[in-house]
């Protein structure tokens, strides 16, 4: 028997068991059924973005201040007319010995003329890993998910 011959074989019995009122039953169950279960996500998305954010303000708090001399910056994506996404790179100078690192933030657009190569910002050291660099300056926002993501 042909594969052709065998579908059309199958949708005739399940047209032959499925009359229209199984058809609204089903629909009538199955719609809401999905609508719960992407309210039911999108809460539980949205409720674990909350606790991130929580979390990242905590680290940020308990974070060391030192000055940072910026090796590199590089302008990223526009993240409208006011801020845009740049891409450090940065000397850590925390009294120790220097160690190089990078870090992505939102940066004013006005503020430009003060991310050029070669000048110190105060910045803050995570105190779990010193690597994680935080902003401790007005015009610049740290941004999470493009530091994991390595787009640089």
Do not use: C
């Amino acid at each position: 028997m042909p594969v052709n011959s065998r579908v059309i074989n199958l949708l005739i019995r399940i047209q032959y068991l499925m009359n229209t009122g199984d058809i609204i039953l089903i629909v009538s169950i199955s719609v809401p059924l999905i609508t719960a279960l992407i309210i039911f996500l999108l809460r539980r998305g949205l409720t674990k973005d909350a606790a991130s954010a929580i979390k990242i303000n905590e680290r940020k708090s308990k974070a060391i201040p030192v000055n940072a001399r910026i090796i590199s910056a590089k302008q990223g994506l526009e993240g409208g007319s006011i801020k845009s996404i740049v891409h450090f790179k940065f000397e850590i100078l925390d009294g120790g010995f220097p160690y190089e690192t990078k870090a992505t933030w939102f940066v004013e657009s006005l503020y430009f003329s003060k991310i050029q190569q070669g000048d110190v910002i105060s910045v803050k050291a995570d105190r779990e890993n010193k690597f994680i660099i935080y902003p401790d300056v007005p015009w610049a926002v740290y941004t999470e998910g493009y530091d994991k993501t390595g787009m640089f």
